[in-house]
């Protein structure tokens, strides 16, 4: 089995809290479930900017490098696998917080075993609480293993940088 | 074995043209400087940048017009000013023990304008990938950066409109 597929899996697992055959539904029910489960990281920091402006970094990134198709191909003497899937990201701002919400959708080289939302599996959910004037707290509910990338840009993101888009095809 | 080697010759004639990329060029004034740096940051693979440029016909459809390759010095292009062209910065990433490939892109349109030049600066570092687009005004006192625009904020021009 290659890296990607193993990380897959592993992705997989942690967001079926522990493979036991469930799958969040929702961004709610990934919030609520994922502490509980292997692998599953909540982590928060504070940003110095009200959670209105971390919301419009949301929305002006998360379309531009999570709204995507990525193909992966992998290849052994023995083996030809091509993973292709469809990351989703969603943006809400509203008074309390401002959320982002990005799902995977695997179109090919992975085999869905269990529901699939309708945007795909839930791979992170990132709110941004406000904690005081130009403050908030921001909660990742995210996999302790893999997605350095992405969370690195994310947490850029956050803090008012422009680090780019991470490289989807290296989660 | 003769028809062995007919068959290698006649493959390797054809790999040149079939790999469906070109490499840009254009006889207009250079409007583009490219700067880049890429680095993969694992010495098992590597990351080659390249910038496909797109023709944008007036009902907004794409035409490719060639590839610049970014890996290496600063590279200046011409493209027209006046009307739209789609950018496409493609990073493409191999590693040597896996055989793990892919490639993640970055896109926009820009319409360059008649005596300005444009600065882009294009980087891959840490698997997070930029693009930014300086517009410069003539006499280069004047400058800012620009937003990225999807492809699908094209508006097609009406054949009423052109004339």
């Known amino acids: 089995m290659n890296k990607i597929s193993v990380l897959t899996m592993t992705s997989l697992c942690v967001m079926a809290i522990g493979c036991a055959g469930h799958m969040p ?7 609520k479930e994922l502490p509980g489960a292997f692998m599953g990281k909540v982590e928060k920091f504070d940003v110095n900017r009200s959670h209105t402006a971390i919301g419009k970094s949301f929305q002006k990134m998360a379309p531009k ?3 995507v198709r990525i193909k992966t191909v ?3 003497n023995m083996s030809y696998q091509v ?8 943006v809400k701002v509203s008074d309390q917080r401002a959320e982002l919400h990005i799902q995977q959708l695997h179109e090919q080289g992975v085999l869905n075993v269990y529901e699939v939302p309708k945007n795909g599996y839930y791979t992170m959910v990132v709110d941004a609480n406000p904690i005081g004037k130009n403050k908030s707290q921001v909660v990742m509910y995210r996999s302790s293993v893999g997605n350095e990338a992405l969370v690195k840009a994310i947490k ?9 888009c991470p490289d989807l095809t290296k989660t | 074995m003769r028809n062995h080697l007919i068959t290698l010759i006649l493959a390797a004639g054809f790999i040149p043209g079939c790999s469906g990329l070109k490499t840009y060029s254009s006889d207009l004034d250079n409007n583009l400087r490219i700067s880049s740096e890429t680095e993969s940051g694992s010495m098992f693979s590597s990351v080659n940048a390249e910038l ?3 023709r944008i016909k007036p009902d907004c459809s794409t035409e490719y017009a060639g590839t610049v390759e970014l890996d290496g010095p600063p590279v200046d292009v011409g493209i027209p000013t ?3 062209s789609y950018l496409v910065f493609v990073f493409e990433s191999s590693g040597f023990l896996s055989s793990t490939s892919g490639s993640t892109s970055y896109d926009t349109l820009l319409r360059p304008r008649r005596g300005y030049q444009y600065d882009i600066k294009v980087s891959y570092k840490e698997n997070l990938y930029n693009v930014v687009i300086n517009e410069i005004a003539p006499g ?3 400058r800012r950066e620009l937003e990225s625009k999807e492809l699908a904020a094209c508006r097609p021009i009406s054949p009423a409109a052109k004339k």
């Open chain 2, 140 to 142: 280069g006192k004047k």
């Open chain 1, 156 to 164: 850029g993101w956050a803090a008012g940088k422009n680090v780019g």
């Open chain 2, 82 to 84: 006046g009307r739209s």
């Open chain 1, 25 to 31: 539904q929702t961004a709610d029910e990934f919030r």
């Open chain 1, 83 to 90: 993973i292709v899937t469809k990351w989703n990201p969603t």
């Open chain 1, 65 to 67: 490098c999570l709204d």
């Open chain 1, 74 to 76: 992998s290849q052994t």
């Open chain 2, 52 to 54: 496909d440029i797109h």
